[in-house]
């Protein structure tokens, strides 16, 4: 009898130390797989916050199926969303740091090139994790789960690459570009203003079924619109968008002295609702260009790109013509040849 209770306590006590063992070793606090990466219903996840050594963070929120914003304040790219949920969804161990790179590995992941990711599933934190840098054959990428010991190389079967860039910590690179982004039916004008050359300045108003061009200064609507190129002018605000957010390596002084210039091109939208959408468009200097092929002269402004205060204000963003040129047409441009 006396021994039947010591391997009964003898097997409590395994059992309590498998338990123990289990739970520091093979469990993070939060109650997850510390080799489990792997985010299995992106369905739930609600809240992505990524954040860096260099001080830049970023907190992306899903507001709808489709909607997901940018530390509350842009809406996001849905592009970059989904392909953030993919990864989280199908990146898995590939294998786990050799015992001979461990230290040097777990150095970078404290280091300056970290990165930390939080994902919240149904407003609960469910898994943080820490980034570094990519394996040598390039293929996968260190990561250490929070509380955990051993940092593990995770990779996506079949895809070729590291993953880091995927959890960028840049806010600005987040953002969905968009400058102006309508149906024409939800337009109701449109003014364009030169203010080097005003003559070529207009006003188009759409009723939601008629449009009419106005010239600077003229009240009476021009008789000798066409009409079809009204219409395709106003398609032609389906969809604008920036190339990037001028920033940080943007000398202030520099960006001073452009917005100190006068606009080559200022554009607003007015919608259904009263809401007006306005953006003023400068030459980019030829100087922060680079350098031409050799025998080509530099022209006076960059020809492919212009700087922009979009958001009525708010952000000074680079543009290229091509998406922009759609807009850039004088007055003249609406009449019946």
């Known amino acids: 009898m006396k021994s039947n209770r010591i391997l009964i306590l003898g097997i409590v006590l395994l059992v309590a130390v498998l338990g123990y063992l289990y739970m520091h070793n093979g469990r993070t606090t939060l109650g997850g797989d510390l080799k489990n990466f792997t985010v299995e219903d992106t369905a739930t996840v609600d809240r992505i ?57 777990l150095k970078d992941l404290a280091g300056p090139t970290q990165r930390k990711v939080e994902i919240y599933q149904k407003g609960e934190l469910t898994k943080v994790f820490f980034m570094a840098a990519e394996t040598p054959d390039k293929m996968a990428t260190y990561m250490l789960m929070d509380g955990a010991e051993t940092p593990y190389e995770i990779h996506i079967p079949g895809f070729k690459g590291f993953l880091q860039t995927r959890f960028n910590s840049d806010g600005r690179l987040w953002r969905d570009p968009v400058i102006f982004r309508y149906d024409y039916r939800d337009m109701r004008s449109v003014e364009v203003k030169y203010p080097g050359m005003p003559q070529d300045g207009f006003t188009v108003k759409y009723d939601g079924k008629i449009t009419r061009l106005f010239h600077p200064g003229n009240p009476i609507p021009d008789p000798a619109l066409d009409s079809l190129r009204a219409f395709e002018y106003l398609n032609g605000f389906r969809n604008i968008g920036y190339e990037f957010e001028v920033v940080e390596t943007f000398s202030k002084a520099i960006k001073d002295s452009i917005l100190a210039s006068s ?75």
């Open 49 to 105: 916050f990524i954040a860096d050594k260099q001080n830049h963070k970023v907190l992306l929120e899903r507001k709808g199926p489709a909607l997901w914003t940018v530390d509350g304040k842009y809406n996001a790219r849905q592009d970059g969303i989904k392909m953030l949920l993919e990864t989280l969804n199908k990146m898995v161990v590939r294998n786990p740091v050799a015992k001979s790179m461990e230290q040097k590995v």
């Open 263 to 337: 606009p080559f091109i200022e554009v607003s939208v007015t919608d259904k609702n009263g809401s007006v959408n306005s953006m003023k468009g400068y030459r980019r200097p030829s100087n922060l260009v680079s350098e031409v092929a050799e025998g080509e002269v530099k022209p006076p402004f960059d020809v492919d790109r212009m700087y922009g205060m979009i958001n009525n204000g708010k952000d000074f963003v680079l543009i290229q013509y091509y998406q922009f040129d759609k807009v850039i047409k004088p007055a003249g441009w609406f009449l019946r040849r």
